[in-house]
């Protein structure tokens, strides 16, 4: 099967579609889920991003590793 250079073309450009298409969801329901997380009570994001400016050697865990 011989394909000329159109038709690689045009099967590169779905493919980039596809893939695109496929992380776009990915990090969609991945951004949901936090989301959902975060309003249910599931877990609590914002004591995580304060983190960030209170990062030492002597700052408490955020959270128990025993449960």
Known sequence: ????????MTIGGYGKFFITLFVFIIFYSYAYSIYKRQKTGERDFE???????ND????????SNRE
């Open 1 to 8: 099967m011989d394909l000329d250079q159109e038709t690689w």
């Open 56 to 63: 030492s050697i002597e700052s408490k865990p955020l959270e």
């Open 47 to 53: 004591k995580y991003s304060d983190l960030v400016h």
